[in-house]
């Protein structure tokens, strides 16, 4: 934009007569007029006012709101945190007194929030106790991490997919002897656990959590069946909720529930909290129950596990 030049406009005193008048209208058009013609428009300049109000904090000083908005787009509006997790696996039971943590496999969208995994690197052998094919995971050492029940272990001469599902003795995680699901005979060899259940937050504030499980039960007797969540390992004040489960319809068709939750989480420290989910059931046969594509007619597959999240709200009450 130009520097505008303009006649010096009357004095007011002592009084404006009609010419003067008119003279000071004719000069605020000029004004107008040059303001108009010699203006270029900055595109960035409203996207990074934008972003400035939205994006940088606020309070009453510096507009916006009281807690920043992460994430911006100039064609779409405010880009907030959300994510849609899916488990394309079954997930069996892993004891009628132990509680089973949900892990997920199939992300169909997430910005600003993110499945993670519990690790552990150890060494340790697989048999029955006494040298021959089973399930008596005995570890001698570990390196890194802290083994979970429910993990995945890998490694030489390890089945794919065996799966840690409780632990008989030692120090709690660490050292000691563990049950897996798969019966083989493995040497000692260094071994790799993981859990891909933690649900971690780019950014602290409250999260509306909706979760839905495929739950299926082979036995052939009524049970009971709860969920709940737990924040970064403990569990989660009255969470939980409690489903009946019927008995199978036959020796090969198993009954079908699908319990469904949700609830506000709130994240205080994104860069220590965790979101998990629990489940127990006190039928040896219930799991979470994935199915394939159907036919006759084409039909979606169906996830064992569902869970959609959306931010709320930054501010914590």
């Known amino acids: 934009m130009s520097k505008i030049f303009n006649v010096r406009l009357p004095n007011a005193s002592p009084q ?115 040298g021959s094919a089973g399930t008596v995971l005995d570890v001698t050492a570990v390196t890194s991490g802290t083994l979970l029940t429910g993990m995945i272990i890998t490694g030489t001469g390890i089945t794919a997919g065996t799966r840690i599902i409780a632990q008989v003795s030692g120090t709690t995680g660490g050292v000691g002897v563990y049950t897996v699901d798969t019966s083989q005979l493995v040497a000692s060899t260094t071994i790799n656990g993981s859990r891909a259940s933690k649900l971690m937050f780019d950014y602290p504030g409250q999260y509306l959590v909706t979760f839905r499980t495929q739950v299926s039960n082979q036995d052939n007797a009524v049970g009971e069946f709860e969920i709940w969540a ?6 989660y004040p009255l969470s939980n909720s409690r489903f009946d489960l019927l008995a199978r319809k036959s020796a090969s068709l198993w009954s079908h529930i699908v319990p469904s939750i949700n609830g506000i989480f709130t994240v205080n420290d994104a860069t220590t909290e965790y979101l998990e989910m629990a489940w127990w059931s006190d039928r040896p046969g219930a799991f979470l129950e994935h199915y394939g594509v159907g036919t006759s007619p084409t039909r979606p597959a169906i996830p064992s596990v569902i869970m959609t999240i959306a931010f709320v709200s930054a501010e914590m009450y």
Request: aromatic share 10%.
């Open 230 to 235: 737990k924040n970064t390992g403990v569990n």
């Open 16 to 130: 404006y007569n009609p010419q003067q008048f008119d003279q000071l209208v004719r000069s605020l058009e000029q004004i107008v007029l040059q303001l108009n013609n010699t203006y270029t428009s900055t595109v960035d300049q409203n996207q990074g006012a934008a972003v400035s109000w939205f994006a940088g904090g606020g309070g009453s000083a510096g507009g916006g709101f009281a807690g920043p908005i992460r994430g911006f787009q100039a064609s779409t509006g405010i880009l907030l945190p959300y994510a849609m997790l899916m488990s394309e696996e079954d997930q069996a039971n892993i004891g009628t007194t132990s509680e089973n943590i949900i892990t997920f496999d199939s992300p169909i969208f997430e910005y600003g929030i993110k499945v993670a995994s519990h690790t552990a690197v150890f060494t340790g052998e697989i048999d029955d106790g006494a």
